[in-house]
């Protein structure tokens, strides 16, 4: 069983930056894949970007060159910094562990970008 804590959502303005942090309880948090997934309203959600246990990444188009995502494994934590922030990022970001079958997500946290 994996609890997913995120944090670090609020405001920015266009061009500006947030960094999002997954805070995960329980074991063996190297071993999953985890994700950032992203919903705006009346969307559906999707896939902002992957990092694998061995550290392969992966990112939606719609933010490639502008987020970057990491891996704490001793903190048990994954990070995801946004910069040059676009009015289309807002959403509420949730992060995903993976492991086989198993899924778990977190409740998520705002990310609203205007001006």
């Known amino acids: 069983q994996v609890q997913l804590v995120e944090s670090g959502g609020g405001s920015a303005q266009p061009g500006g930056s947030l960094r999002l942090s997954c805070a995960a309880s329980?074991?063996?948090?190297?071993?999953?894949?985890m994700g950032w997934y992203r919903q705006a309203p009346g969307k559906q959600r999707e896939l902002v970007a992957i990092i694998t246990s061995r550290r392969s990444t992966d990112y939606a188009d719609s933010v490639k060159g502008r987020f970057t995502v990491s891996r704490d494994n001793a903190k048990n934590t994954m990070y995801l910094q946004m910069n040059s922030l676009k009015p289309e990022d807002t959403a509420v970001y949730h992060c995903n562990a993976m492991l086989g079958f198993y899924a778990y997500w977190g409740q998520g946290t705002q990310v609203t970008v205007s001006s």
């Open positions: 329980g074991s063996n948090f190297s071993i999953y894949s």
